[in-house]
């Protein structure tokens, strides 16, 4: 019985491991870079302290972008097989890639912020 049990057990992990790998393979390209950008904003942060902070914001904002296209990805299955796949040549462009991804959103917001209307006074 629990032979039995525990060969369930690896068939189903084996089963929900495949079912990641085939879901990674299915990705848009655009889920994969920004899956790219999460995993070196991740390893910047690490390996660099003082850039913690703007590239945990950067995850973020990734995140929030595969969310918002792909809802039901699995986002951690996904993002270690997007790790596996990096090379440490691909460190550098990836973080600039994502770096001016993030600074073209910040203007964007910025001026978005500066054609607001100002907020109404408050009345005490």
């Known amino acids: 019985m629990r032979k039995m049990m525990g060969l369930a057990a690896a068939a189903s992990l084996?089963?929900?491991?495949?079912e990641a790998q085939t879901q990674t393979q299915a990705l848009t390209p655009e889920t994969t870079a920004d899956?790219?950008?999460?995993?070196?904003?991740?390893?910047?942060a690490a390996q660099k302290p003082e850039y913690a902070t703007?590239?945990?914001?950067g995850v973020?904002?990734?995140a929030g972008r595969i969310e918002g296209r792909e809802?039901?990805?699995e986002l951690q299955s996904a993002l270690i097989d997007e790790i596996g796949?990096?090379?440490?040549?691909?460190?550098e462009?990836?973080?600039?890639?994502?770096?001016?991804a993030m600074s073209a959103k910040?203007?964007?917001?910025?001026?978005i912020a500066n054609h607001l209307p100002a907020p109404p006074e408050r009345k005490n």
């Open 54 to 57: 703007g590239a945990s914001l």
């Open 14 to 18: 084996l089963g929900a491991q495949a």
């Open 35 to 44: 899956l790219r950008c999460i995993a070196a904003l991740a390893i910047v």
């Open 93 to 100: 462009p990836e973080s600039q890639r994502c770096g001016k």
């Open 106 to 111: 910040g203007r964007e917001l910025k001026d």
């Open 85 to 91: 796949r990096l090379n440490l040549g691909d460190l």
């Open 71 to 73: 809802p039901k990805l």
């Open 60 to 62: 973020f904002y990734f």
